[in-house]
T-cell receptor, first 114, second 116 residues
Framework: DTEVTQTPKHLVMGMTNKKSLKCEQHMGHRAMYWYKQKAKKPPELMFVYSYEKLSINESVPSRFSPECPNSSLLNLHLHALQPEDSALYLC?????????????FGPGTRLTVT | AQTVTQSQPEMSVQEAETVTLSCTYDTSESDYYLFWYKQPPSRQMILVIRQEAYKQQNATENRFSVNFQKAAKSFSLKISDSQLGDAAMYFCAYRSAGGANSKLTFGKGITLSVRP
């Protein structure tokens, strides 16, 4: 099973709301990632978790708060977002280790901030 | 830092024909991986093909093959017998060997359209 699932598929939120994005994989991968993608652009890395610990934060604003409750789950908590945060948010996972080269992507959550 | 360049923003191909998408990269590393990802409109990004830098043989996956020129730092994707379902945005990507903290560096992408 090479599937990464993400919920919800679509999310509309106001600038004062708090919401969460969820990502799940059951491939036994120990590395998980959050990316932000604008239309017709490549994904931009936001966070990397390795063995459930945050290993990379690409200077993402604190209104985005990641969480990795266990090796299969990855959450992204959203609070006080801005309209420019509207984008497709992609989750990905991979094996960990020197030869963990392949990332599997989920379908994404399309976020609109009003 | 590594860079990936896809200089053509758009390409078009007739159904059943062959098309080649170009990609160049810049790195000083010797151990790395190259990928082509496909992202159809409003759909999931999927891995099309990967190439390990230490392998001289070009990777192939059914109708998809690459021309990997390590010295020239070129990594093009050839799609044979193009199908309507091949229409998508294609991203070339680079990753160093070294685990999860080795970032995946993407090119800007190319939009491929397939004419029936």
């Amino acid at each position: 099973d090479t599937e990464v699932t993400q919920t919800p598929k679509h999310l509309v939120m106001g600038m004062t709301n708090k919401k969460s994005l969820k990502c799940e994989q059951h491939m036994g991968h120990r590395a998980m990632y959050w990316y932000k993608q604008k239309a017709k652009k490549p994904p931009e890395l936001m966070f990397v978790y390795s063995y459930e610990k945050l290993s990379i934060n690409e200077s993402v604003p604190s209104r985005f708060s990641p969480e990795c409750p266990n090796s299969s789950l990855l959450n992204l908590h959203l609070h006080a977002l801005q309209p420019e945060d509207s984008a497709l948010y992609l989750c990905a996972s991979s094996q960990e280790g020197r030869y963990s080269y392949e990332q599997y992507f989920g379908p994404g959550t399309r976020l609109t901030v009003t | 830092a590594q860079t990936v360049t896809q200089s053509q923003p758009e390409m078009s191909v007739q159904e059943a024909e062959t098309v080649t998408l170009s990609c160049t990269y810049d790195t000083s590393e010797s151990d790395y991986y190259l990928f082509w990802y496909k992202q159809p409109p409003s759909r999931q990004m999927i891995l099309v093909i990967r190439q390990e830098a230490y392998k001289q043989q070009n990777a192939t996956e059914n109708r998809f093959s690459v021309n990997f020129q390590k010295a020239a730092k070129s990594f093009s994707l050839k799609i044979s017998d193009s199908q309507l379902g091949d229409a998508a945005m294609y991203f070339c990507a680079y990753r160093s060997a070294g685990g999860a903290n080795s970032k995946l560096t993407f090119g800007k992408g190319i939009t491929l359209s397939v004419r029936p």
